[in-house]
């Protein structure tokens, strides 16, 4: 905590800074968008955030192709792709030469295949920007396509699928079990790296299509930030200009299918402890108001990584159950060692959800209840005024630390111009100092419901499980020591016995899932 109060002081005294910034931000999108409907540019969009001071660069070429474009029975095609492009090597240089001579500008190439969109992204020190935006480009423009390069890259994401996903993280698992249990028979319904069916399927005709098709000006966004002027950004697009000016449309997302009572699927392998993700689909993004009070809410019910949440201050805090629990209102994306969000995933569509990381087995149903206990209450009686200032106020100053640095910046920028909005924390600094506490609640009850919850559980001995969950008993709680305050004691028999409601649950060897 004390380190977060220095972030906080080190960047409330560089508000105005930041506010330059985003004055900056809004001019660009304004420029951009203005540009394309002229017809002056080919480019999807761009965002320019110079300054000069800072040494660093970062670019960001963004393309509107996601997993949702994936071919039916080729699940993985596009993040294989964007695999090969960033991994692969150009017509000129093999991926081992570019490494060689990224290695003194101590730069990389990090490639992203979400649902929507895939990014490219990279910093370098200004000194070195031209060298590095040259091989950067030509990545894009000019893949490699060797059939060495293809085999070894489709080998690596069946194994991520196959055993990392499968054997190796169960948190993970669980997460991207409930995705596909939300998004059933829908584009966002399969993990973004792909089937091992699907990735079995793809032949390396398929990668130079679908870069064919999908790699192109009307479906990029150019991205640059820091210590870079016009030129460089004249540059980066002359480098582009033989990509195809076509631009391609999103397919359709049908609404994704509504729970009744909790529907779970538990994953059954031997794991030590269980590990639970529940949720269901919201009909809101940060494009609506609403999503900006229901995120006041979701920081007073689980800010991830933080005590600001009731389920973290009660689950964890209080009980011990495990390391953390948290809510979200849209895919919370995290790569890095960050506590933050990575950005750079914005969707059309986006989903509510609450993390349980792992528990022990004979409390994992206590823990299930407990954070729909938390969440039911906040649904039913909603916040207070105090608890309304106390997390409005505490996520408009922790929102300034998501974007503490350049690259950071420049994503929320571009994810911003996906939405039409400003930067996220931006719209924070705009929105909720103006927010009500009885937008709040009105905001909870629109979007949030007190029954129907898909349940993902990574868990052994799955039929005694299934068998506790389907019976509703109770499952009362035992504590390893003494001393348990009598307050939550006498909230564990409230929610020892708490209603499940109806349950419908079928088991699934984790060998099979995502086959």
């Known amino acids: 905590m004390m380190f977060l109060s220095k972030q906080m002081i080190n960047l409330n005294r560089s508000l105005h800074v930041r506010a330059s910034v985003r004055c900056l931000i809004v001019v660009c999108f304004c420029v951009s968008i203005a540009s394309v409907r002229a017809g002056e540019e080919a480019w999807r969009g761009v965002t320019f955030l110079p300054s000069q001071s800072t040494p660093l660069a970062a670019i960001r ?33 093999a991926y081992e030469e570019i490494l060689e ?58 194994d991520y699928v196959s055993k990392t996903l499968r054997g190796n993280d169960d948190e993970e698992l669980g997460k991207k079990t409930l995705d596909s249990l939300i998004y059933r028979d829908h584009p966002y319904g399969h993990v973004e790296r792909g089937t091992v069916s699907g990735l079995k399927a793809i032949t390396l005709d398929d990668v130079k299509a679908f870069h064919k098709k999908y790699y192109t000006k009307g479906n990029l966004h150019i991205g640059l930030a820091g210590g870079a002027n016009q030129a460089v950004l004249d540059r980066i697009k002359s480098d582009l200009k033989s990509l195809a000016p076509a631009k391609t449309t999103p397919p359709a997302l049908p609404s994704p299918r509504t729970p009744h009572g909790i529907e779970a699927t538990i994953v059954e392998k031997s794991a030590d402890s269980t590990a639970i993700s529940l949720g269901f689909a919201i009909d809101l993004t940060r494009k609506d108001d609403d999503f900006y009070p229901l995120a006041v809410a979701n920081s007073f019910l689980g800010e991830h990584r933080t005590f600001n949440g009731k389920l973290m201050k009660d689950l964890r805090g209080k009980r011990g159950l495990n390391y953390g629990d948290y809510s979200y209102i849209e895919a919370f994306t995290q790569d890095g060692q960050t506590v933050f969000a990575d950005p750079g995933d914005p969707r ?6 609450i993390w349980i990381r792992p528990v022990p087995r004979d409390k994992a149903v206590f823990a299930l209840r407990a954070a729909l206990w938390e969440y039911r209450r906040l649904v039913e009686h909603g916040m207070t005024e105090a608890e309304f200032e106390r997390s409005r106020d505490f996520l408009l100053n922790y929102s300034k630390l998501w974007t503490q640095t350049l690259p950071r910046r420049l994503g929320y920028a571009i994810d911003g111009a996906f939405y039409k909005t400003l930067d996220e924390p931006a719209e924070f600094a705009r929105r ?60 564990d028999k409230i929610i020892e016995a708490l209603p499940l409601g109806d349950v419908k649950t079928i088991v699934v060897p984790a060998s099979k899932m995502f086959e």
């Open 61 to 93: 070429l963004v393309f509107a192709v996601g997993s949702q474009d994936d071919p039916p029975g080729k699940e993985g095609l596009a993040a294989l792709v964007a695999a090969i492009v960033s991994e692969g090597g150009t017509k000129s240089l």
């Open 101 to 158: 001579k990224f290695y003194p500008m101590a730069a990389s190439v990090e490639g992203k295949c979400r649902k929507e969109v895939t990014t490219f992204a990279g910093v370098v020190h200004r000194d070195n920007l031209a060298d590095y935006e040259s091989i950067l480009t030509e990545m894009i423009v000019s893949p490699r396509f060797a059939e060495a390069d293809f085999l070894r890259l489709r080998d690596q994401a069946i």
């Open 348 to 353: 059309r569509m986006q989903f509510f959800s």
């Open 432 to 491: 909720l100092p103006k927010t009500t506490v009885r937008e709040v609640n009105e905001a909870i009850k629109r979007h949030w419901k007190t029954d129907g919850f898909f349940v993902a559980i990574v868990a052994k001995d799955a039929a005694e499980l299934k068998k506790l969950l389907e019976s509703g008993g109770a499952t009362p709680l035992v504590y390893d020591t003494a001393g348990t305050p009598q307050d939550v004691l006498a909230e």
